[in-house]
């Protein structure tokens, strides 16, 4: 194993833990010793210069989890399958497993290549003790939905992976909810397969203590006319940072990947996305709206990678922020990077203050000031509120955005 070199207290916490345990796997240590070599990232490296995850993490003091007192899920009404990620620890739900399911507790595993130049994903892989494991059947439409709760109190740090198939044919819809108190660090890596005709809606919402640190990975390979929806609502932590990394790799398949993100004080949310096309006729229509007031950060990255083979792709991208105060800031990065030559992509970014002639219309209507700015900025997320199909979910959704408006 290597050893870390002038180790911060926290790093010399995830060593000792590491190297505390009595068996590791292969795959486990080859992850820690490219951590090793990485580090924390910082905001010298490029994709990391507005989410210095090493600045956050130096002053958090290693410690223990806190007791947590579980209240129901806001999507409790749904009758949903429900599983919980409670400081690392996975609970399975206690019911008979459904016809067309299986699932349960399993060893983890080493991630994709892609990613093994991810410190925080070799970090996972390296430090995660177990992972919820995940499979749909062939053809199986599972009307339920799927509920996955991270909670996490108290200081410290946790990790945790989930592996998911959707098998061929297959239909899922999937809820994630990022919840919790005190000033930890919540890693979760998760790896999904979506094969051929299977259809993925993933739906994540983030409300956790300002003090909070998450990082959340999904990385998903679309399979032969497959369907993949990920949108995502965040309200931002101390560092919160949410990676969509969608590969297309057999032709006709299709996503929709949305996120919006509601930050008050000095709350940061990173939503950021690396989509990557290799296989001919896919399409993705991407959407980010963020709203920051007060000192909160904002910041969207997200890429298109096109490979020669990807010819006839369809990729359109979208980020727009609203800043409502002047010390808010909002950071955007939209990248194409082609390099086949029958493609139809594009990407767009805009920042701005609420429209003067809009409020000065709701004004004239009647509305006071703070209703006529509260009405244009829920229509201004409803834009990826509106991207959930099913309405029930889109109900649920709506509600938390307009709570966080009257905040």
């Not at 096309?277 to 997200?302: I, M, P």
Request: charged share 25%; aromatic share 8%; glycine share 6%.
């Amino acid at each position: 194993m290597t050893a870390l070199a002038n180790p911060s207290p926290f790093e010399a916490a995830l060593e000792a833990d590491f190297t505390a345990r009595s068996a590791t796997s292969e795959a486990q240590a080859a992850a820690f010793d490219r951590f090793a070599k990485m580090r924390l990232p910082n905001r010298r490296i490029e994709g990391w210069k507005w989410s210095d995850m090493n600045a956050a993490l130096r002053s958090v003091e290693p410690g223990a989890a806190a007791d947590i007192d579980v209240k129901p899920s806001p999507f409790a009404d749904l009758g949903a399958l429900e599983f919980r990620i409670i400081n690392g620890r996975i609970e399975l739900p206690d019911e008979p497993v459904s016809e067309g399911l299986r699932y349960g507790v399993v060893n983890p595993v080493a991630t994709i290549s892609e990613l093994e130049t991810h410190p925080i994903a070799s970090l996972n892989v390296a430090l995660a003790r177990k992972a919820l494991g995940f499979e749909v059947s062939d053809d199986v439409a599972f009307e339920r939905p799927v509920v996955i709760r991270h909670i996490n109190n108290g200081n410290g740090f946790s990790f945790a992976q989930t592996m998911m198939r959707i098998s061929p044919g297959a239909r899922l819809r999937l809820i994630e909810i990022y919840e919790g108190e005190g000033a930890g660090f919540y890693s979760h890596l998760c790896h999904m397969v979506v094969r051929d005709g299977a259809e993925l809606r993933r739906a994540v919402w983030q409300d956790v203590g300002e003090n909070r640190i998450v990082n959340g990975i999904c990385a998903a390979k679309i399979d032969e006319k497959a369907v993949f929806q990920n949108t995502g609502i965040s309200t931002g932590s101390r560092l919160s940072r949410h990676e969509c990394h969608a590969h297309f790799w057999a032709p006709g398949s299709s996503a929709s990947i949305n996120s919006a993100a509601l930050l008050s004080g000095e709350r940061h949310s990173d939503f950021t996305t690396d989509t990557q096309f290799r296989a001919e006729g896919c399409a993705v229509s991407q959407l980010h709206k963020g709203v920051a007031r007060d000192r909160a950060r904002n910041v969207f990255q997200g890429k298109f990678h096109v490979f020669r083979e990807a010819q006839k792709t369809d990729a359109k991208m979208t980020a727009n922020a609203l800043l409502l105060s002047e010390g808010a800031e909002a950071n955007h990065k939209p990248e194409l990077e082609i390099y086949a030559d029958d493609v139809e992509c594009a990407h767009g970014s805009t920042v701005g203050a609420l429209d003067d002639d809009a409020l000065f219309y709701l004004r004239q209507r009647g509305l006071d000031e703070a209703a006529a700015r509260a009405l244009l900025i829920e229509a201004f997320v409803g834009e990826v509120v509106e991207k959930f199909e099913d309405e029930a979910l889109r109900e649920i959704f709506a509600a938390r955005v307009a709570e966080w408006l009257e905040q």
